[in-house]
């Protein structure tokens, strides 16, 4: 019964053909001499060459790296810790809310999490800039974060921690050396995760940014609704590739830590 | 050994409190600052809308809060409609991605091993990509004078092209499009986990292929298909990005009103209304979302 069909086949030639050729085309047009998108003009990169001399683009570029950093790596602080108390924490006071505020921004429309997000910062008179789109990134990748970290430390061997204990070893100190090396690949996961979600951000940052922190997204965005150009497809192409480097070094990374 | 304890307990409410206190101020509060703008009025000012307490003569300020915004919200069929049509058009791309999303899930499923490590990966890496490139490359493929016109043209399907682009079908290709691989990733871990032996012991029982499917194979994997129908559904009834793009004027989708409910009208208290009621509509999907995925987990 378990038998790898010819109709198997075609739904997955199918379906990667569904998933790939959008952005296989977008790739060949970075490359297209003309300006329009649709007619093949002949091979060029003067597309590159323009956006190295579009300094607003650059300066959104400048602006997301910042944050995504900054945000990805708070993220991950703070979503591992979340992790560890879902997964390992049992029942304590105000748990279901504590679950419910992880899982719900997965999920949640990001219209509703620009905009309230958007409203506390001007009820509390908070400048809108890097900041307040940093500290929006930090608060929805952290969820993602974790979750990994809790599905990762769900199939942890408890008794090691207790050995660890058992020998004199402080809490503190058995985390760092016992526990935080078993979960790294999870929390290296999350932080690319929590880099990326943070990259693509357009609605949420849309809402939270103020003058001086439009970020790559906003600013593709903007470019989009003024028309389709090849200067476009051309910054896109960069971004896929960075995540696509960035995945693969991941399962990489992943990989060579499951076969030590 | 008392000193301990209290000093473990301590740690223990400081390890739970930090994320706990990150996410109450910066998740729920803010929920609670747009219900309570909600109530609000409209006044031209900085921020743009009236204060719920009024501080009169007398000690205890008086509450000043209106309905008007829920009210014009409930009158006008604009708002009504696209409630509705953002239920549809979520619900219909929600099936077709999980009809797609199926057939891929349980192919990579019967794949040979080998491969499986490798699909996956090919399945996960456009989720990482971004949203707003994937969206945007679809632009360029159903435009009037786009690739795909062009390619049927060519054939000799069509003489005319067709008009894709600006519809509501341009937006259920986006939604399938950029949704597809939160239905796979769940429908996968299930199938995975799936005994085939018991499709074998079916299929000697004399049951049909079809029927197998149908009477086997669906149940068993219902839990996938859950957890996937709501991570496409959820955010799909909210969302801006593809409407905005590849949807027309007539393509009415509640995210898009509240983007420009509060960006072009600056009224943030119908905005907020606007989202308000669009949570009471998913509050109950996203708990129950919640509540199943806590349990796959642990």
């Known amino acids: 019964m378990k038998r790898f069909t010819a109709f198997n086949m075609t739904a997955l030639m199918l379906g990667f053909a569904f998933l790939y050729i959008p952005i296989i085309i977008l790739i060949v047009f970075s490359f297209n001499e003309s300006k329009l998108v649709t007619v093949w003009g002949g091979f060029s990169t003067k597309w590159y060459g323009e956006l190295m001399n579009n300094q607003s683009i650059k300066d959104a570029a400048w602006v997301t790296v910042k944050v995504a950093f900054t945000s990805s790596t708070i993220a991950t602080l703070l979503g591992t810790i979340a992790g560890l108390v879902m997964a390992k924490f049992g029942s304590f006071r105000g748990r279901t809310l504590f679950s419910g505020m992880i899982y719900a921004p997965m999920v949640m429309p990001e219209v509703i999490i620009g905009l309230s997000l958007l409203l506390m910062f001007v009820a509390l008179s908070i400048d809108r800039g890097v900041m307040t789109v940093t500290l929006a990134h930090i608060t929805f990748s952290m969820c993602y974060v974790a979750v990994v970290v809790q599905s990762r430390m769900s199939s942890y061997d408890d008794s090691i921690n207790e050995a660890a204990l058992d020998l004199g070893c402080t809490p503190f100190k058995t985390f760092f050396l016992i526990t935080l090396p078993i979960i790294l690949p999870a929390v290296i996961s999350g932080w690319l995760l929590s880099f990326t979600l943070s990259l693509d951000d357009l609605v949420i940052a849309s809402f939270t940014s103020g003058p001086g922190s439009t970020t790559l997204p906003m600013k593709i965005y903007s470019m989009v609704r003024l028309g389709v150009t090849p200067e476009i497809n051309a910054v896109s192409t960069i971004l896929v590739g960075l995540v696509a480097l960035g995945v693969v070094t991941g399962s990489f990374i992943g990989k060579k830590q499951k076969t030590n | ?298």
Request: charged share 15%; with cysteine.
């Open chain 2, 1 to 298: 050994m008392r000193k301990i304890k209290g000093f473990r307990n301590i740690g223990r409410t400081a390890v739970i409190g930090i994320p706990y206190l990150w996410l109450l101020v910066l998740f729920l509060l803010p929920f609670l600052i747009v219900l309570k703008i909600s109530f609000a009025e409209p006044i031209i000012s900085i921020p743009p809308y009236s204060d719920l307490l009024q501080w009169g003569d007398s000690f205890w300020p008086t509450i000043k809060a209106s309905l008007d915004g829920y009210l014009f919200i409930l009158e006008d069929s604009l708002y009504v409609n696209a409630y509705l049509s953002s239920l549809k058009i979520a619900t219909i791309s929600t099936l077709i991605a999980l009809v797609v999303g199926y057939a891929i899930a349980y192919s990579i499923a019967k794949a040979p091993t080998r491969w499986r490590g490798i699909l996956l990966m090919l399945v996960i890496l456009p989720f990482w990509t971004s949203f707003l490139i994937r969206v945007y490359a679809w632009i360029g493929i159903l435009k009037t004078e786009g690739l795909l016109n062009l390619l049927l043209i060519s054939l000799g399907v069509i003489d005319k092209p067709l008009t894709i682009m600006n519809t509501d079908l341009a937006v259920y290709i986006g939604i399938v499009y950029s949704y597809l691989p939160f239905m796979i990733l769940p429908l996968y871990a299930n199938l995975e986990k799936m005994d085939f032996n018991l499709l074998e012991a079916a299929a000697d029982l004399g049951c049909r292929p079809f029927k197998t499917f149908w009477t086997v194979t669906i149940p068993l994997s219902l839990p996938g298909i859950l957890a996937g129908c709501f991570l496409v559904f959820i955010p799909a009834v909210g969302e801006f990005v593809i409407p905005d793009l590849l949807g027309g004027t007539q393509t009415l989708m509640i995210g898009k009103v509240l983007w420009i409910e509060f960006f072009n009208n600056r009224d943030w208290p119908l905005a907020s209304a606007v989202a308000i009621i669009l949570l009471a509509i998913l509050v109950v999907p996203i708990m129950y979302y919640q509540k199943t995925q806590e349990k796959a987990i642990s």
